[in-house]
């Protein structure tokens, strides 16, 4: 009697099949750097935290060149409690005086730098944390802005303290570090031109790298899908006119406005792409690069 042959698993298939589908984008994307965001929800949960890790050794083990970007507003305002420093909030920045600059820098350039390095290391990576102060890696100025007032319609100018916005990122810091086996892992806390300290949103220092880079990718990880549609549906692409349209139509409000237009600053800047994704998904940053569908929402130029 013939021996019946083993017949392989359905998912043993689907994992052949997804190895197959990322060969063409490993060697698309060999020696490209890409510019990684990470924040949000995905950065306080353990498991995704890992999971993230995993990916990030898994992307430069393949011969691309991540950098780490990360926030870390929740773990801020946990601090500043616990110390009993009063915080609060205009048009979605963090007013920044200079006691809680203080605590802004110990927070970002100490414990949580140092947990994502950790973590990465753990999963077989070699990641080494910065600040912007590191090398003058972000050279920053104090931010301006001015504020609408509903009820007289007048201008106003806002002091928003140690609230930066970068001038000059200096690229060549990070080019020996995709030269090696190194994940730069980066806070975004800027230098003033006097020494000052800067806190500055990750969103807008990540895109200023990128910009800074030449990053092939941005890729900037939230607690959303991507960008949705009129009936809540995410749109998996479009094109730098088309996202000013929907800001303008008003599909496109809130939060995600600001998000957006650094991607677009980015693409404006060169960078090839930038990718708004849900962090909260497993391997969303696999899935993103990997796959032919992907995942969450590709802004590039017209």
């Given at each position: 009697?013939?021996?019946?042959?083993?017949?392989?698993?359905?998912?043993?298939?689907?994992?052949?099949?997804?190895?197959?589908?990322?060969?063409?984008?490993?060697?698309?994307?060999?020696?490209?750097?890409f510019v990684i965001k990470y924040g949000g929800h995905?950065?306080?949960?353990?498991?995704?935290?890992?999971?993230?890790?995993?990916?990030?050794?898994?992307?430069?083990?393949?011969?691309?060149?991540?950098?780490?970007?990360?926030?870390?507003?929740?773990?801020?305002?946990?601090?500043?409690?616990?110390?009993?420093?009063?915080?609060?909030?205009?048009?979605?920045?963090?007013?920044?005086?200079?006691?809680?600059?203080?605590?802004?820098?110990?927070?970002?350039?100490?414990?949580?730098?140092?947990?994502?390095?950790?973590?990465?290391?753990?999963?077989?990576?070699?990641?080494?944390?910065?600040?912007?102060?590191?090398?003058?890696?972000?050279?920053?100025?104090?931010?301006?802005?001015?504020?609408?007032?509903?009820?007289?319609?007048?201008?106003?100018?806002?002091?928003?303290?140690?609230?930066?916005?970068?001038?000059?990122?200096?690229?060549?810091?990070?080019?020996?570090?995709?030269?090696?086996?190194?994940?730069?892992?980066?806070?975004?806390?800027?230098?003033?031109?006097?020494?000052?300290?800067?806190?500055?949103?990750?969103?807008?220092?990540?895109?200023?790298?990128?910009?800074?880079?030449?990053?092939?990718?941005?890729?900037?990880?939230?607690?959303?899908?991507g960008v949705m549609d009129a009936s809540g549906n995410?749109?998996?692409?479009?094109?730098?006119?088309?996202?000013?349209?929907?800001?303008?139509?008003?599909?496109?409000?809130?939060?995600?406005?600001?998000?957006?237009?650094?991607?677009?600053?980015?693409?404006?800047?060169?960078?090839?792409?930038?990718?708004?994704?849900?962090?909260?998904?497993?391997?969303?940053?696999?899935?993103?690069?990997?796959?032919?569908?992907?995942?969450?929402?590709?802004?590039?130029?017209?």
């Open positions: 009697m013939a021996q019946k042959k083993h017949q392989p698993h359905p998912s043993w298939l689907e994992k052949a099949r997804t190895l197959s589908e990322a060969l063409p984008y490993m060697r698309r994307y060999s020696e490209e750097t995905a950065m306080g949960d353990e498991d995704l935290a890992e999971c993230f890790a995993r990916d990030v050794v898994l992307i430069k083990q393949v011969g691309i060149n991540p950098v780490v970007v990360h926030g870390g507003g929740p773990q801020i305002g946990k601090m500043l409690e616990r110390l009993k420093i009063k915080s609060s909030f205009i048009d979605g920045l963090r007013v920044t005086d200079r006691d809680t600059v203080e605590i802004v820098e110990m927070v970002l350039s100490g414990s949580i730098n140092k947990q994502i390095v950790t973590t990465i290391n753990a999963a077989g990576g070699n990641a080494v944390g910065l600040s912007g102060k590191d090398a003058n890696l972000i050279q920053a100025k104090k931010m301006r802005r001015t504020h609408r007032q509903t009820d007289s319609n007048i201008e106003k100018i806002l002091d928003l303290g140690f609230v930066g916005e970068p001038t000059l990122i200096r690229p060549h810091v990070l080019e020996s570090f995709g030269e090696s086996d190194i994940i730069p892992v980066i806070a975004p806390i800027g230098i003033g031109p006097k020494g000052e300290t800067y806190n500055i949103n990750a969103d807008t220092a990540a895109g200023a790298i990128a910009t800074a880079v030449g990053a092939t990718r941005f890729l900037l990880l939230t607690d959303v899908p995410v749109i998996p692409e479009l094109t730098v006119s088309q996202t000013r349209q929907l800001i303008a139509d008003g599909v496109v409000n809130g939060g995600m406005i600001p998000k957006v237009e650094t991607c677009m600053h980015a693409v404006g800047g060169g960078v090839d792409a930038a990718v708004i994704i849900d962090g909260t998904i497993p391997h969303a940053l696999l899935l993103e690069i990997f796959t032919d569908a992907g995942v969450g929402t590709l802004i590039r130029a017209d």
